[in-house]
């Protein structure tokens, strides 16, 4: 019995693990498919970065395993569950930026991470 509960949730955690890994892998494409400079995001559930795609005028570094800065969309998405409008301002990453964060669920509703995706206000 516990090695089927155990197999379960090994089976969860990849079934998760997959759907991060799957928008990881197609958010170049994504970032092209828009007309506009963007930059794009993706985290888990821990408000921790997994990948980080720079646009031109917005570019945050080499976050890609930092957290997420609280006010930051994608960190109020998992925070909250619900789509999150917000615009960044210049205090929070030093460039003002409209963005919009995504938070992402699994198949039992439970919230496995983030996308967002934001522009630059210069």
Do not use: W
């Not at 031109?56 to 569950?81: F, H, M």
Request: aromatic content about 6%; hydrophobic content about 40%.
């Amino acid at each position: 019995m516990e090695e089927e509960k155990a197999l379960q949730n090994s089976s969860e955690n990849e079934k998760k693990s997959g759907m991060l890994e799957a928008l990881i892998m197609v958010a170049p494409v994504l970032q092209k498919l828009f007309p506009l400079d963007c930059m794009i995001g993706i985290t888990d559930k821990n408000n921790r970065y997994l990948a980080y795609l720079p646009s031109k005028d917005v570019n945050l570094g080499n976050v890609v395993g930092t957290k997420v800065p609280q006010g930051d969309p994608l960190y109020e998405a998992v925070s909250t569950g619900t789509i999150q409008r917000l615009t960044v301002p210049k205090e929070t990453f030093g460039v003002p930026f409209r963005a919009t964060g995504v938070p992402l669920f699994d198949e039992n509703g439970d919230i496995i991470g983030a996308i967002g995706l934001g522009m630059s206000l210069k």
